[in-house]
């Protein structure tokens, strides 16, 4: 669907990056973590191509963005204003799935972290009694986002970033091979999550490949049209018969199974 909304508030989540909430109740009734949205910047309506975004959160009527300014899309988006008129189409893509056999672990890098964020919320809210872990990484701490957010939700968070300015110094891979072998000790299942630069993706969807658990990556294209026209978000993936075919991440993801994908 395409619907008209309405800015809510529009405020920092840190240098660089913002926190957009839009007033959107058909949207924000339908959306599952791990999907997407396009919109369209009201700055750059003359331009014919749509900007997507993970959905942060969906929650009582609105709906949530978390985006950095790293373009002409997002910079333009900057300048929107409370009570602005913006319009977004969606729900688009699959998700992840919302139940989770085992301890969920949500591996993310940078901005990564919007959809585990909503996948955390609706993960505690199915009663499984698992608690999700993340584990997020930056290059610096600046980009570790959202944290009092997720700790407010009761997650545990292990971080990571290059120049040790929080948490560990080095690959947020790095806590979650320790707790991949606790876990493993304790003979304990678990399910892996991630969203992120392709690094940390590829490293996930090996360790829940070579551990034999399920592992649901979110592949990060860029989506310009967000319904399978235009073929250029293609990702590789397996087909059970052995063969590969060209997935559009749009509509065949953006999250498949960490087995299906080819690097």
């Known amino acids: 669907m395409n619907e008209k909304t309405t800015v809510a508030s529009h405020d920092s989540a840190g240098p ?4 957009l909430v839009l007033d959107a109740p058909h949207l924000a009734a339908q ?3 791990g999907q997407f949205v396009h919109v369209k910047v009201p700055a750059l ?7 997507p975004f993970s959905v942060f959160d969906a929650d009582g009527g609105q709906v949530t963005l978390l985006y950095k300014s790293v373009g002409r899309g997002t910079v333009a988006l900057n300048s929107v204003q409370v009570g602005d008129g913006v319009e977004v189409m969606g729900p688009l893509g699959h998700g992840f799935p919302e139940k989770c056999n085992g301890v969920p672990l949500l591996v ?3 901005y990564g972290v919007a959809p585990l964020y909503f996948l955390a919320k609706r993960l505690l809210a199915g009663g499984s009694g698992c608690k999700p872990i993340l584990f997020v990484g930056g290059r610096t701490k600046d980009d570790l986002l959202a944290l009092d957010r997720f700790a407010a939700l009761g997650v545990e968070i292990r971080t990571a970033t290059n120049d040790g300015s929080a948490g560990v110094k080095g690959f947020v891979t790095e806590p979650l091979d320790d707790v991949l072998a606790s876990l493993k000790q304790k003979s304990e299942q678990f399910e892996l999550f991630t969203c992120g630069p392709d ?3 590829k490293a996930v969807a090996q360790r829940a490949v070579g551990t034999g658990n399920p592992g649901w990556i979110s592949m990060d294209r860029h989506m310009i049209c967000g319904v399978g026209a235009c073929f250029a978000c ?3 993936i397996k087909l059970p018969n052995g063969e590969v075919f060209n997935a559009r991440c749009c509509v065949n993801g953006p999250v498949f199974k960490a087995e299906d994908l080819v690097w």
């Open 234 to 236: 293609i990702q590789k």
């Open 16 to 19: 660089g990056y913002r926190f």
């Open 45 to 51: 309506e003359a331009s014919a191509l749509r900007r």
């Open 31 to 33: 959306l599952v973590p």
């Open 199 to 201: 690094g940390l993706l």
């Open 108 to 110: 993310g890098g940078g």
